[in-house]
């Protein structure tokens, strides 16, 4: 079993739309939570940060991290077609070098 | 504020050839780098990782080698190349209290 297993999708969307991202991972040690946007040939990019459970808030896009179920969600307001791009969630302990990272989900915004 | 270098963006390269891959980091001190390698439609795989000069952590047994010869300079290195060496190849870094892990450009390396 993968320590963080996410849907590879493809997701496609119209634009508008509120676009739902989801993870769960395996480790209970977990406690820093990241979901990074990365466009086709390019290096990701660090979306959003969250430690421990609880919701972020940052523009369009809400993190959400449910420790108890080990559940990790990135959703997206007023989806754009600049939205479209493979989103990748992460997650390590405390103290630890290493990043585990999903697969990727591939998200298209229709216009 | 920090940024990584990260070149070339593109190479090909022929199976048996040697490779060198650079990345530096400005902006900050005493980072700890990694190389990542994501294949088409997969996940990222880590590769090495350092958290100083000379430190080097490998993550899995391959053809490959890094090198942190400076402290904000990060190398990946292969004597001879394989085919499934190809591949989108990515420096990252952090602070020593590796809260957020931030990445380069890519090398997007294709072995023919």
């Known amino acids: 079993q993968k320590e963080v297993e996410q849907d590879p999708g493809p997701l496609s969307v119209p634009e508008g739309a509120i676009v739902s991202l989801n993870c769960t991972y395996s480790?209970?040690?977990?406690?820093?939570f990241m979901w990074y946007r990365q466009y086709s040939r390019k290096g990701p990019e660090l979306l959003m940060y969250?430690?421990?459970?609880g919701n972020k808030e940052d523009g369009r896009f809400t993190a959400q991290v449910d420790k108890s179920s080990k559940y990790i969600s990135l959703f997206i307001r007023d989806s754009q077609p600049s939205d479209s791009a493979t989103y990748l969630c992460?997650?390590?302990?405390?103290?630890?070098?290493?990043?585990?990272f999903g697969q990727g989900t591939r998200l298209t915004i229709n216009p | 504020s920090q940024t990584i270098h990260q070149w070339p963006a593109t190479l090909v390269q022929p199976v048996g050839s040697p490779l060198s891959l650079e990345c530096t980091v400005e902006?900050?001190?005493?980072?700890?780098l990694y190389w990542y390698r994501q294949a088409a439609g997969r996940g990222l795989q880590l590769l090495f990782y350092?958290?100083?000069?000379?430190?080097i952590s490998s993550e899995v047994p391959q053809n490959l080698s890094a090198s942190r010869p400076q402290d904000r300079q990060f190398i990946l290195s292969s004597k001879k190349l394989l085919l499934s060496d190809s591949g989108f190849y990515l420096c990252?870094?952090?602070?020593?209290?590796?809260?957020?892990?931030?990445f380069g450009s890519g090398t997007q390396l294709s072995v023919l």
């Open positions: 902006g900050t001190s005493n980072p700890n």
């Open positions: 350092s958290v100083g000069i000379g430190q």
């Open positions: 990252a870094w952090s602070g020593q209290l590796n809260e957020k892990l931030f």
């Open positions: 992460a997650s390590r302990r405390g103290g630890a070098q290493k990043l585990v």
């Open positions: 969250t430690y421990s459970s």
């Open positions: 480790n209970s040690a977990f406690q820093y």
